[in-house]
């Protein structure tokens, strides 16, 4: 009798196996299972690292989240496109001119470009509404703040179906490079902020299938009519996110993704070794920096703030703290290699000199500096690029107190709130770059920097209409800042992603809110 | 019961009130953190004001309630959805994922302490015992990772992420979510086979029991009909501290398998401080643990017979 017992034990764990066996017997990688699988190739399975959450949208003028740039990318153009570099590339304007005294530009747009919610042809309307609703305070962009200043909405005029004409209110050469920014997407005439929310109106090369911000995945099909020859080369799109690093390791190392947008440096290494995955770099795509009052003591002293400069070794940040991706920084935002540097190398750690600067400015071993620099780990390696800086410090007879902040109210409470703070920035075009934090008026002005000699170097450089020129006015900018200038800027962070090796065409961009879809496919 | 209902409505209450008072002295601004940081100040003026933010936190809580009390929950501040629709689906994601784990729950806790409580001290009990050591000692994400390694990567049975659609069909959905579904068995069955097993041990070297051995009745029927429903009541409350733990628990595993629910909705949220969000998902919470309490209480007087007699 005491079989019995025996069989209902047994019958009980035959469920369980039998439903364990029911469900491995579909198998998810079965290419019959997954949704489309057409004749040129299969559906892109492409991974973002930050979720947007509620806030995910298909409007442009609102770009939170690098998940919000994903959708963006795949279904709208803007009229031009910017290399790593910062050059200028054609996209929807075929060819652009200012007038002669720089306070206009004139655009040409392509012609047979059509949108895919209705077909209809690309114009000047389009254009012209697109931008007129970025600069209007009620649509509530992030562009206003960037476009305000150059451009009111009555400045912008069709001349004829397919020129559209920007009035400037000051000259300004750089003027094309502000309309190739995240939100600058040209949207249909006449689109509502509700609509562009909930299911876009672009003519890029993929069109939503029901969106909902909310979703898992995010599902795109190739738009039939897209103006470029051969593009996009995958029939279809699904944009998912995953915030783990553990979790998207497991994902591409099963192939249940294949391309990961950004990767850590631990995840990178490890993919390194393997033959089913590859591991791409771009060029400087963020910079981290330690920010400095120039106008608060000990700060206010040039020669403290060099002596903070000098001890930096930027090799051993870039190895130990980011894991050899990255690049040194030369203490201001322009990178090293790029064509408006002052110089092609950066600042080099000079123990000696900084003992001397310091002895100058009042500071011995009887009285040390002592400066409390506030962090939180706000980017990958932040925190042991700063713990790595009170060390080399220390070799100066520095003292710097690392006072670490939950990265969580970081922004709120700390950051331009303290003397000595960190944070970082994505690496802009010079004009840019040297000016969102750091000209006197900028409200993100982290070091306190306000020289009128500074600001007049960019003003006379977006004036000047001849590139060479230009390049020298910027240039010397960035010099004022590294030499005299309140951010210690230790690294730039290339940007890392991961792709399965039975994909191809796919390229990352230092600019992280720039995501080509066009060329990549994937087989089998 | 009338008053278990009221007492459990006042616990709401004041949990709705707590999370008002928490998510208001919590540092940061919700402008900022769904304008950005590159907003500009006039930007978040505007924020603020569509959402009537400056008013007193009495104010809005005031205005809040009178919402709820007509089923109102009110819009996510963040994307202006109503909160039932933010909620809604990933409540029934985050249901499925707890039901899928109790299902799988009840049998492999009965199987190890039935074995283990037969088998006293002989090596099965060993095994059994040996094995619920080392799951009390995993933590969550541990476990997910190692079940990840085993069943995602090294057998590919199942996929490392729990990717769910609306439209997914039910064994697509169940395949989906079965790794994320016995990470949070392994932590909840543990305790149950510990307290069930013991209980069993117990009641087993009990003089009812022994009195059953001598009338002959077969040792099965002394286990089935006797002994467990008598050791149920304990390891019925550890279910339902076991419920609140789910609550709790799909936080993480909910992150480290990507899955679509509550949890992942609760870190979001109180990341962007959307209040109206926060509140029907503490709610929804408190709730839950309530109810699983009441029915334990119910489950426990009708299964165990020295109760259900009215002693």
Known sequence: ???????????????????????????????????????????????????????????????????????????????????????????????????????????????????????????????????????????GSDALSVLGPLVEADGIVADDDHTVTFNLKKPNAEFPSFLATKNTYVVADGATTDELRSSGAGTGPFKPVGFRPDATTQRFDRHADYWEDGAPKAPCLELVVIEDSNAALAAIQSGQVDVLQSVDAVTAETLQARDDVEVLTTGPSTFLTFNMWVDTEPFDDVRVRQALKLVVDRTQIIDVALSGFGSAGDDNPIPPGHPYAWRSDAQAQDVEEARSLLAAAGYDEQNPLE????????????????????????????QVNVITTPASEYWDNVWMKQPFQ?????????????????????????THWRREAYDALLDEAAATADPDDRAE??????????????????????????????????EPRAEITRTDFRTVACDG | MVKRVLVSLATLLAVSVVIFIVADVLPGDVATRVLGRESTAEQREVFRERLNLDAPAAERYVDWLGGVVRGDFGESVVSGRPVTEVVGEKALNTLFLGVYALILYIPVVLFFS????????????TVTSGLTLVGLSLPEFVLANMLVLAFALWQPWFPPLAFVDPGMGFTDRIHATTLPALTLTVPMAVYAIRMLRGQLVEILDSEYVRMCTLRGIPRHRIL?????????????????????????????????????GLGALLVATISTRDIPVLEALVLLGAATYIIANLLSDIATTLLVPRLRTGR
């Open chain 1, 1 to 139: 009798m005491r079989r019995r017992s025996w069989l209902v034990i047994g019958v009980i764990a035959a469920l369980v196996v039998g439903g364990v066996v029911l469900v491995v017997r579909a198998p998810w990688s079965d290419p019959d299972a997954t949704t489309a699988s057409s004749d040129d190739g299969r559906c892109v399975r492409y991974a973002g690292f930050e979720s947007s959450g509620e806030q995910n949208s298909l409007d442009p003028a609102v770009a939170f989240t690098t998940q919000n740039t994903l959708g963006l990318n795949a279904v709208y153009n803007r009229l031009l496109d910017r290399t790593d570099d910062h050059e200028l590339l054609p996209e929807l304007a075929e060819s652009w001119e200012p007038s002669d005294d720089l306070t206009s530009w004139t655009f040409h747009l392509k012609e047979g470009v059509t949108f895919w919610t209705d077909g209809h042809e690309l114009t000047s309307a389009d254009v012209v509404y697109t931008f007129q609703r970025l600069l209007d305070p009620e649509t």
């Open chain 1, 371 to 398: 400066v409390d620099l506030y962090s939180a780990d706000v980017l990958p390696g932040m925190t042991s690029a700063v713990q790595l800086y009170a060390q080399m410090a220390a070799e100066a007879g520095i």
């Open chain 1, 422 to 446: 960190v944070s970082f920035w994505t690496v802009r075009p010079p004009s840019e770059g040297l000016a969102v934090s750091f000209r006197s008026e900028a409200e993100s002005n982290e």
């Open chain 1, 473 to 506: 006015l910027y240039s010397r900018a960035a010099r004022m800042l590294s030499e005299e200038g309140g951010a210690i800027i230790p690294a730039f962070v290339d940007g890392v992603a991961a792709v399965r090796a039975e994909c191809e065409g796919y």
């Open chain 2, 114 to 125: 039935i074995v283990g409580a037969m088998n006293k001290g002989r090596w099965p009990d």
């Open chain 2, 224 to 260: 089935i009909s006797h002994a467990l429903p008598n050791g149920l009541g304990p390891a019925l409350k550890v279910t339902a501290l076991n419920l609140a733990y789910l609550i709790s628990g799909v936080v993480v595993v909910e992150e480290v398998f990507s899955y679509d």
